[in-house]
C-alpha cells in the first residue's frame, strides 16, 4: 500500500469526489488530529466514538480529508472510503475487477476486505464529481501481467482512458471505475 504525493495545484479536495476520504488507524486519536492541526491541517467536527474506537476527521492543507480511527485489529492505511449514489452496485463493480472479499466491517458498513485494507463505500448524499484532478487524483492496482489483465478488464466492459504503456521501469495504464474515480493500473 502505498500514498503518493504529486507537487501540484489539485483544484479541489477529496470530498465531493467518488474518494471521499482514506483513513489511517493508529492510537491516541486525539493527539494524532492535534499533531495534524498543528502542522496546517483542520479538524472537521468532533472527535466520536464508533464500536469502542475513537475516530477524529481532518483535512490536510490541499483538501484531502482523512479519517484517523483506533482500531487495533487492523494498523497503519486502514481503508479507501468512496462515495456512490448506488452503493451497492459500486461495490459489486470492484470485487468483480479488483478481489476482494465482500463482508461488512465491523457488521456496520459493507465493504471489500483486501486483508490489510479496505474498501468502503457510503451513500452520496449529492452528485459525485470525478477524482481526476483533485486533491486525491486516482487509486492503483498492481498486476503481474497489465497485458491479460487489459484483456481481463476491457472483457468486463471496464473503458481505459490509457492503454498499457510503458512509463520509466515500469507498464501503466488508466482506467474509469464507477463514479468517476479513475484507477491506475502498474505492473512492476
Do not use: C
Request: hydrophobic fraction near 40%; charged fraction near 20%.
Amino acid at each position: 500500500i502505498a500514498v503518493i504525493f504529486f507537487e501540484r495545484d489539485p483544484g479541489a479536495g477529496s470530498v465531493g469526489s467518488g474518494v471521499d476520504h482514506f483513513g489511517f488507524s493508529m492510537p491516541a486519536v486525539a493527539a494524532v488530529v492535534d499533531a495534524v492541526v498543528a502542522d496546517g491541517g483542520r479538524q472537521l467536527g468532533e472527535l466520536v466514538e464508533f464500536g469502542g474506537m475513537q475516530i477524529g476527521f481532518v483535512e490536510d492543507p490541499w483538501g484531502t480529508k482523512i479519517e484517523i480511527i483506533d482500531d487495533p485489529a487492523l494498523r497503519g492505511m486502514h481503508h479507501l472510503h468512496l462515495s456512490s449514489p448506488d452503493p451497492e452496485s459500486t461495490l459489486d463493480w470492484y470485487a468483480q475487477n479488483f478481489g476482494g472479499e465482500q463482508e461488512l466491517w465491523k457488521g456496520a458498513l459493507p465493504g471489500l476486505n483486501y486483508g490489510d485494507i479496505w474498501l468502503l463505500v457510503s451513500q452520496a448524499s449529492s452528485a459525485v464529481q470525478p477524482t481526476q484532478g483533485r486533491s486525491f487524483d486516482h487509486l492503483g492496482w498492481k498486476f503481474a501481467d497489465l497485458t491479460a489483465t487489459e484483456a481481463e478488464l476491457k472483457g468486463n466492459g471496464v473503458a481505459f482512458t490509457m492503454d498499457p504503456r510503458e512509463y520509466r521501469s515500469i507498464r501503466i495504464a488508466f482506467a474509469e471505475g464507477p463514479d468517476g474515480v479513475r484507477i491506475e493500473l502498474v505492473e512492476p
